[in-house]
């Protein structure tokens, strides 16, 4: 069945940058017609920040991220990734990435603080 593992969160200060990596443990991401990236801030409902296609299109739900936020893949590392630069203390959220079929992995916090 296999599952999806994200990585790369933490404590970052306010204008800082961060890079999350998300992999799934047996699914060939080049061949998953979507992948996306969600959030879901403290004591508030998941959201759904952007995807990415099978074919490298990449859209952004959330228009405070846009600009912010970039979602690439690397298929040689069977990667998907969300870089997010100029970080605000409100993108603090634990993130998650998925075909949105399958069932939540157990996504990797992300602190924005001073």
């Known amino acids: 069945q296999g599952q999806w593992v994200e990585s790369g969160g933490g404590l970052v200060q306010p204008g800082g940058s961060l890079r999350l990596s998300c992999t799934h443990s047996s699914e060939d991401i080049a061949r998953i017609p979507a992948v996306a990236w969600y959030r879901q801030g403290p004591g508030q409902q998941r959201e759904l920040v952007g995807a990415?296609?099978?074919?490298?299109?990449?859209?952004y739900t959330l228009d405070d991220v846009k600009g912010r936020f970039t979602i690439s893949r690397d298929t040689a590392k069977n990667t998907v990734y969300l870089q997010m630069n100029g970080l605000r203390r409100e993108d603090t959220a634990v993130y998650y990435c998925?075909?949105?079929?399958?069932?939540w992995g157990q996504g990797t916090q992300v602190t924005v603080s001073s």
């Open positions: 998925k075909n949105p079929a399958d069932p």
């Open positions: 990415i296609t099978d074919t490298g299109v990449t859209r």
